[in-house]
């Protein structure tokens, strides 16, 4: 059975400070991992995804995650945090088995608070 | 692209009565529809995964008799709530694949559902 783990529920960062969110994730079968961001009262938006070419991963708004197989993490970081990267980060697993129906396994969640 | 849209945003309902919620995908065709339940602060909730055509399947839990899925056509996905008590009250997001990679998942802004 796959699953997910995100360290630590609430990171507060300054701003223009390093971000980093980690995920660690538990998965029998070669993962697809994903980081999504929400805002308040809204859906979740896609910030990069893991689909075995890269490792390392970039994505939207500044943000990158490196994909380590031997500690089985796919943490997310962004050098200079913005006041407006304030949200709900979740990190999320699938697998590539082809019958899979495309379900994915969430984290927690962790609440990224940027201070000024 | 991948835009995937929910109606109502916000509804609010007396006890008793039924609540239908809809999700569609604008410009892709979505093989595969999931239904989400969010509580505040916390992870994204699976209830259920549609295939257009088909019964969806619900996850360990979920009263199917109560969360009416339907999947009619390869745009449209309804989830409707029946007999609403005021424990249904939650924030409800859907999800959207397409076949060409149907392990990434395209969001709604999700449907505030207020039951009084």
């Known amino acids: 059975a796959q699953s997910v783990t995100q360290l630590g529920s609430h990171v507060s960062v300054s701003e223009g400070a390093l971000v980093l969110l980690r995920c660690n994730y538990s998965?029998?079968?070669?993962?697809?991992l994903f980081w999504y961001v929400q805002y308040p009262n809204q859906g979740l938006q896609l910030l990069l995804k893991y689909t075995s070419a890269a490792t390392l991963v970039k994505g939207i708004n500044g943000f990158e995650a490196e994909f380590k197989k031997s500690e089985t993490s796919f943490h997310l970081t962004k050098p200079s945090a913005h006041m407006s990267d304030a949200a709900e980060y979740f990190c999320a697993v699938s697998d590539q088995w082809s019958g899979n129906t495309g379900k994915l396994i969430f984290g927690q969640g962790t609440t990224l608070q940027v201070k000024p | 692209g991948a835009v995937v849209s929910q109606h109502p945003s916000w509804v609010i309902c007396k006890s008793g009565t039924s609540v239908k919620i809809e999700c569609r995908s604008l410009?892709?065709?979505?093989?595969?529809m999931f239904w989400y339940r969010q509580f505040p602060k916390q992870s994204l909730m699976l209830m259920a995964t549609?295939?257009?055509?088909?019964?969806?399947?619900?996850e360990q839990g979920v009263e199917k008799d109560k969360f009416l899925i339907n999947h009619a056509s390869l745009t449209l996905s309804t989830l409707t709530v029946t007999s609403a008590h005021p424990e249904d009250s939650s924030f409800y997001i859907c999800s959207a694949s397409e076949v060409t990679f149907p392990n990434e998942q395209f969001f709604g802004p999700g449907t505030r559902l207020t039951v009084l």
């Open positions: 410009d892709f065709q979505a093989t595969t």
């Open positions: 549609s295939n257009e055509g088909s019964k969806a399947t619900y």
């Open positions: 998965s029998s079968v070669p993962p697809y």
